[in-house]
Structures are given as structure tokens and as C-alpha cells.
């Protein structure tokens, strides 16, 4: 059975990989505010809990740009770049 894997040219797109590093710079936030603070439950959210909200929403208008662009296209690529597990830190961070 022969598998075809995603061009690298739809790689290449700045609509896949800036929702990556978009995921992995809230991980690292997460990840720093409580290694420097430790986990504490705050009264009223910081500003790393709002600098994180506005990192996961605005991926979804470039995920959504990339869908609409990219799926007529590439549907079989489209969904492998973007069903793959390179996004799930999008939708599973807890907040701060």
C-alpha cells in the first residue's frame, strides 16, 4: 500500500507553520509562568493567561485561511498538515 506524503511546498506555507509556532510559544508561556511563579490559583488572570487567549484565537482565522485555500486544492494533504498531531497543543493547554 503506498501512502503519499505532504509536498513540501504546502509545507513551506506561512498558514501551517506560524499556527505551530504560535502553539509552541503558549507552551512555552505556560511552561515558563510556572516554573518562575509556580501553580497558584490567582484571583483575577495575569497577563500571561491573556497574552496566551490571544495566541490560541488567533490561529483560527490562519487555520481557517489555510483550510479554505489549501482543502479544494490538496484535500488529501490539506488534511494530513493540519489532522496531524503537530496541532494539538492548540486545543488542549488548560488556561493559567
Known sequence: MKTKSVSASLL??????????????????????AAVFGIVHEADEGTAAHVWQILMAAQLPIVAYFILKWL???PRESL??????????????PSL
Not at 12 to 33: D, F, I, R
Not at 80 to 93: A, D, E, K, R, Y
Open 80 to 93: 494530513q498538515v493540519h489532522g496531524s498531531p503537530t496541532f494539538l497543543p492548540s486545543i488542549g493547554l
Open 12 to 33: 513551506k506555507q506561512p498558514s501551517v507553520y506560524v499556527p505551530l509556532v504560535m502553539s509552541l510559544a503558549a507552551l512555552t508561556l505556560v511552561l515558563g509562568h
Open 72 to 74: 479544494p486544492r490538496r
